[in-house]
């Protein structure tokens, strides 16, 4: 019986009804992770609900059929009371139709979601599943992910904690050795972590991060600088141009033979071609391409597995090679892929670290310990949150221990803990001890320092902890790799008449003032 204006209406008070309770939702302290991630998934519900009001309203107001327009001009015209009557006979023989029939004023719902907002802390309902190993939103549950690691044919045998310690390491894995088994590990890892990221944080849009991670992907693949994927272009022409011949310089497969196997073999490998076979049916099969382009030589002469010689394809003219490009799309999917794993690890490394220290602490215990801590964590999940009795006394600001209580203060002086390290890299971050101080160059919050400043984390760059201190160290080991790097004015030699040995300049100098 709602009429499109009273709709209107509705929406708006819905729209305003919302925006109060998310409002009071983030206003709501959430002293523990679980409550926080409830309160993010009911944030998450409103915001939806707003979206569908916001959605309802935009199509009233577009007015695509003109009723709305047809009902204000009805309820404005010059029969405004006749309109009026007719509504309300419509609104008694409705009435009369369905007697029982009870209404509860919108203000009725949100003060129900009020009071559970409230009393939240005593709801046992959960609005996401988390599994036992995760600890509600606490911790990692990648054992699945590491049996397929282990899995794979190329990986060392390690155990979950290193597992767990190199996961986001995909750059140190060769990219020869990532095939579509590999694919299917990665395929598996991101969809876990995204729907662990849906679960522990509802309100990230990842459609939006992922499309922001794919352009940077891009910007970095094309210049070929992305980490794993680093495209070495100078050492594949060098090799491309001593492999190939130039088949002008030859007449006959009689003069290719006097090259020798190893020569026509490295030739043939370059086009792709068979390159077995005896000397005088290598020269012919390579001269028999003298030319031609590729695509026009027989089948029968190409290997099982053609190999792509970086774009050049003929003896004399030059086509890009088949297959070439199909199989530089998959690397680039297999790269746009690690990117967005990149990113959740970004996303997830405080609950990666958390992970690991738990899955140690666990390691470390008798299964007595564990049934106790496990009946430990039924009570304190009993308990109220709220309660002041449950606070550890601690003036000292000790950390605590595995059983939530104060270390002992010698303990706490033995390990260095009353120490404090701080890493400018690290965004000004403060290490307790010198063990998580040195322990920190080779986790997540480091190495993401030294990403943005375009340095790598290697080990040359240990214990540095200021960015001007990265930044001198960095260019005195660019300006060492210049230097030792060949050049040919200085170090390409030639030989005179007599038997003197200069270097290429000293030669051309020689040469051009008649001295030779």
Known sequence: METLLEQQRRYHEERERLEEAMMQEKLLKKPTVKERINSDHRVDQFLRRYQHCTDALQDLYDDKDGLREKEKTAISGPNELGEFYTRLRHIREWHRKFPNEVQEPMQYEFLKLQQARENSADDDTAPVFFTDEEGYGKYLDLHEC??????????????????????????????????????????????????????????????????????????????????????????????????????????????????????????????????????????????????????????????????????????????????????????????????????????????????????????????????????????????????????????????????????????????????????????????RGPKAFQRHFSEWRHAHGMRCLSIPNTAHFANVTTIEDAKKLWDRLRENKESKRWQADADEEFEDSIGNVVNKKTFEDLQRQGLL
Request: contains cysteine.
């Open 146 to 431: 590491f049996q397929k690691f282990i899995n794979l044919k190329f990986t060392e045998k390690v155990d979950y904690v290193t597992y767990l310690k190199n996961v986001d390491r995909l750059f140190d894995i060769p990219k020869e050795k990532k095939n579509a088994e590999y694919r299917r590990y990665l395929e598996a890892l991101m969809e876990y972590l995204i729907d662990y990221c849906q679960r522990v944080f509802p309100l990230t849009d990842l459609a939006v991060e992922f499309d922001r991670v794919q352009q940077e992907f891009e910007e970095k693949w094309d210049s070929g600088m992305f980490q794993g994927w680093k495209k070495d272009t100078e050492s594949a022409m060098v090799k491309q141009s001593n492999a190939q011949l130039d088949l002008s310089d030859f007449s006959s497969p009689e003069e290719l033979a006097s090259l020798g196997l190893d020569r026509l073999k490295s030739a043939l490998q370059a086009l792709g071609l068979k390159c077995g076979g005896t000397l005088e049916q290598r020269a012919q099969r390579l001269f028999a391409t003298k030319g031609k382009l590729l695509e026009d030589l027989e089948q029968s002469m190409f290997a099982s597995k053609p190999r792509s010689a970086g774009g050049a394809v003929a003896a004399v003219a030059g086509a890009p090679a088949k297959g070439g490009r199909s199989a530089a799309q998959k690397q680039k999917d297999l790269g746009a892929l690690e990117a967005r794993i990149y990113y959740l690890f970004e996303v997830l490394g405080e609950q990666r670290l958390d992970t690991r220290e738990n899955v140690e602490r666990r390691q470390a215990r008798t299964a007595d310990e564990l049934e106790e801590d496990a009946q430990a964590a039924d009570a304190m999940d009993s308990d109220d949150s709220d309660d002041d009795d449950s606070t550890p006394y601690n003036p000292k600001n000790l950390p605590l221990g595995w059983d939530g209580k104060p270390i002992p203060y010698w303990l706490y002086k033995l390990h260095g803990l009353n120490i404090s390290y701080e890493c400018e890299i690290c965004g000004n971050f403060k290490y």
